[in-house]
């Protein structure tokens, strides 16, 4: 009892100061609030939901409306013209085992225009087109160097090369700054202002979506790639997104979710480590205006995070947690995988199942439509968690090299 008061009382130091010290998280599982989940298979006309026909035209669609409305906002499509330029490349990178190239995404709509930049290596040695990882980076630029002056475990593009994947990213301030004061500066104001007046409007998680969407749009256009064979990658804040991304758009092959916690992974009703409440208090501008009206009152969401999962199907959905990281509840993140993925298991009759208990740290479970991994450790995205996405992504398509 003492232990867990005292854990309870450092990770709230930890992650609390100031005005917020004196609001209570919990960590402990027996303080769980009972909770029960929509189901997934009953429509909210209260039809039955059994067959792909179903749950393509009926269920799934209604979900995604559901998420854009209470959660995320809209993300929207209309563009008058989208065009790639190459601003630089470098054909012998990496001591030339990689083709460096450095796309510019233009997007123009009511005569505005705005332009994000997308980093890409493409191994030399490997056959064409080659299946690619995109990391939708909020973090330090430097993480991302093009140069690979500095290089960074939370994008080990040398080892994405080295086992034959193509390497790209982007910066999620080309298209929504991570902060409250600018992220409408970008994409926003520029091509979608209308949306900041709507109360299902996109915030900054939507538009990092939307970046992850035009460089779908780009990877459909280079003979180099192959884009029926794309992960889209996001650590915590970008696992969000990256959830958010494979959900609606149905051109990714695998959605990755690395620590994506509250509003991504984790299941909401839980209110294990971050709650909503706190995610909206600090982090306004990810989300829709409506998701405010859930502070404390998660039961009433017509939906909780396995639905975001579920919505992947029938394509391959991975959430990875880190066993420290419970400010993320590694817990509620396994729970949604596992009932998100009744879908492809249920409607799409894939084959294997997964543990109904929380599997093992760093004992990863790599089935044919769903990954999980538990790593040792701290909130972070890690060689080792990338090592076990190319060993997924390897079986799933049957190459060679894992
Ligand atoms: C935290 C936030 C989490 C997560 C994390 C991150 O402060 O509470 O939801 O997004 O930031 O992005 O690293």
Known sequence: MYCKAFLAL?????????????EEFNYDESRVPEYSLPDLFVSQQGAVISSIQDW????????????????????????????????????????????????DIRVQRNGQSITMRLILFIPNMAPKPT????????RDPENIDPTRKVKMGFWPAENIIERGFAAATFHVKDVSDDNNDTFQEDILQTLY???LTMENGMRGLGAW???A???????ETDPQIDAKKAAVVGHSRGGKASLWTGAQDT?????????????????????????????NTNFPYWFTDNFDRYNDREELLPLDQHMLIAATAPRAVYVASASEDQWADPKGEYLSLLLGTRVHREIYQMDGTLPSG????????????????????????????????MDFASQLYGLAHE
């Not at 299946?131 to 939708?136: A, G, H, S, T, Y």
């Not at 599997?359 to 968690?385: F, M, Q």
Request: proline fraction near 5%.
């Open 10 to 22: 450092s990770l709230l130091t930890f992650h609390f100061s100031g005005t917020f010290a004196q």
């Open 56 to 103: 393509e035209h009926q269920r799934r669609e209604e979900i995604l409306r559901l998420f854009e409305d209470h959660v995320y906002g809209q993300v929207p499509e209309s563009m008058d013209d989208l065009s790639f330029s190459l601003a630089s490349e470098d054909k012998e990178a990496m001591e030339g085992k990689a083709h460096l190239k450095e796309i």
């Open 131 to 138: 299946p690619v990882f995109l990391l939708i980076n909020h």
């Open 193 to 195: 202002p209308e949306q």
């Open 209 to 211: 979506a939307w970046g």
């Open 213 to 219: 969407m035009r460089a779908m749009d780009y990877f």
């Open 251 to 279: 051109r990714w092959a695998i959605t990755i979710s690395n620590d994506s916690g509250c509003g991504g992974a984790a299941l909401s009703r839980r209110r294990f480590g971050e709650t909503v409440r706190r995610i």
């Open 358 to 389: 929380l599997p093992e740290v760093e004992s990863p479970l790599h089935l044919p439509y769903a990954g999980h991994h538990i790593r040792e450790g701290k909130h972070n995205l890690t060689p080792y968690d990338w090592e076990r996405y």
